[in-house]
T-cell receptor, first 112, second 112 residues
């Protein structure tokens, strides 16, 4: 089946540092999504990317849809303690966004 | 606007029993999807419903079933529970097939 390779698996950083994580696939996808999950809660959509090469920002977050449509990265600038959580990339393989394939997640820890 | 509501939040069942989980989507959303989240397998797609019809189904055994009602509320059922069914079950809704998913906080099922 479709698989996404998300890296790194975990990151331990100091408050104020920038963070970068990425996701790759062997297949082409038309939509890449980035979600964040806090402990005890469901994933929350951060950024949606619909066009190859697209670079989109949401506050301190920036994400890019790779030109080959097989990868995406997420950057967080000037990290703060509330950035702690698990970040997931996800792709929609068909015509519906209801069926998503998720990466394994990146666990982010921010030390004050 | 209220988010996706899942009940109950926590559930403990015994192997061999069956369980029904409930999901109320965001008002106006007609598409509901279910996901299973475990530490080993991550987030995996179970099913997607739109206007009371199952539109997509993931690679899960027939013990997992679901349905959607005319008011868009959805339920999923797991019969003959196994220890491996212990997981966080997440429901997500969207206004249509072209809109990203919004997740609820999940039902934590423990099978003993």
């Amino acid at each position: 089946g479709q698989q996404l390779n998300q890296s790194p698996q975990s990151m331990f950083i100091q408050e104020g540092e920038d963070v970068s994580m990425n996701c790759t696939s062997s297949s082409i996808f038309n939509t890449w999504l980035w979600y964040k999950q806090d402990p005890g809660e469901g994933p929350v959509l951060l950024i949606a990317l619909y066009k190859a090469g697209e670079l989109t920002s949401n506050g301190r977050l920036t994400a890019q849809f790779g030109i080959t449509r097989k990868d995406s990265f997420l950057n967080i600038s000037a990290s703060i303690p509330s950035d702690v959580g698990i970040y997931f990339c996800a792709v929609s393989g068909g015509t519906s966004y209801g069926k998503l394939t998720f990466g394994q997640g990146t666990i982010l820890t921010v030390h004050p | 606007k209220a988010g996706v509501t899942q009940t109950p939040r926590y559930l403990i069942k015994t192997r061999g029993q069956q369980v029904t989980l409930s999901c109320s989507p965001i008002s106006g959303h007609r598409s509901v999807s279910w996901y299973q989240q475990t530490p080993g397998q991550g987030l995996q797609f179970l099913f997607e419903y739109f206007s009371e019809t199952q539109r997509n189904k993931g690679n899960f055994p027939g013990r997992f079933s679901g349905r959607q009602f005319s008011n868009s509320r959805s339920e999923m059922n797991v019969s003959t529970l196994e220890l491996g069914d212990s997981a966080l079950y997440l429901c997500a809704s969207s206004s249509d097939s072209n809109s990203p998913l919004h997740f609820g906080n999940g039902t934590r099922l423990t099978v003993t």
